[in-house]
Antibody
Framework: QVQLVESGGGVVQPGRSVRLSCAASGFTFSNYGMHWVRQAPGKGLEWVAVIWHDGRRTDYADSVKGRFIISRDNSRNTLYLQMTSLGAEDTALYFC???????????WGQGTLVIVSS | ETVLTQSPGTLSLSPGERATLFCRASQSVSSTYFAWYQQKPGQAPRLLISSASTRATGIPDRFSGGGSGTDFTLTITRLEPEDFAVYYCQHYGSSRGTFGQGTKVEIK
């Protein structure tokens, strides 16, 4: 079955960087666009970034543009999110999600928690 | 950018009752790119409805979606204990995704 497993979260100092990973299995990863979505503690869902199935196109929320980079390695079935210049506002649970056949996001990982704190 | 506003913020109901959740878009959106998700505490969101009214795989038929333009609804005909959760609407046009702020359905 479809499985998405995020990793790489933890406590990070303000201004530092971290890279998140999302390992995909159970489907042909290279056929699907992928997203990162985050959820601050006790808050709602915020879309962060998208990457096309072939990695040729990306897009970002204004709140992270210029600081985060989404990428993928289709040979490793893995999605990444490189996060730089982190601030307290980036503290959140980060989910990866798959663009389904209808365009809605039909599979989600369980998330990896990033806490930005000194 | 389209803003989605959900109402009510919290819905207090008993098992067996009917729940109707609303989502209003700040501008007209295509129903083809409109979805609803359910999220339980400590879990990832789960897709319930896509294209405004199409149930995702494995979603019970007590869940139904409707609406068009700027006004969309999610209806749960008879609440089961496992349905008490937070529900988010989403517009996913242009590959981006905009979410509403969520409606919490809690046990009365």
């Amino acid at each position: 079955q479809v499985q998405l497993v995020e990793s790489g979260g933890g406590v990070v100092q303000p201004g530092r960087s971290v890279r998140l990973s999302c390992a995909a299995s159970g489907f042909t990863f290279s056929n699907y666009g992928m997203h990162w979505v985050r959820q601050a503690p006790g808050k709602g869902l915020e879309w962060v970034a998208v990457i096309w199935h072939d990695g040729r196109r990306t897009d970002y929320a204004d709140s992270v543009k210029g600081r985060f980079i989404i990428s993928r390695d289709n040979s490793r079935n893995t999605l990444y999110l490189q996060m730089t210049s982190l601030g307290a506002e980036d503290t959140a649970l980060y989910f990866c999600a798959r663009d389904g056949a209808t365009g809605a996001w039909d599979s989600w990982g369980q998330g990896t928690l990033v806490i930005v704190s000194s | 950018e389209t803003v989605l506003t959900q109402s009510p913020g919290t819905l207090s109901l008993s098992p067996g009752e009917r729940a109707t959740l609303f989502c209003r878009a700040s501008q007209s959106v295509s129903s083809t790119y409109f979805a609803w998700y359910q999220q339980k505490p400590g879990q990832a969101p789960r897709l319930l409805i896509s294209s405004a009214s199409t149930r995702a795989t494995g979603i019970p038929d007590r869940f139904s979606g409707g609406g068009s333009g700027t006004d969309f609804t999610l209806t749960i005909t008879r609440l089961e204990p496992e349905d008490f959760a937070v529900y988010y609407c989403q517009h996913y046009g242009s590959s981006r995704g905009t979410f509403g702020q969520g409606t919490k359905v809690e046990i009365k």
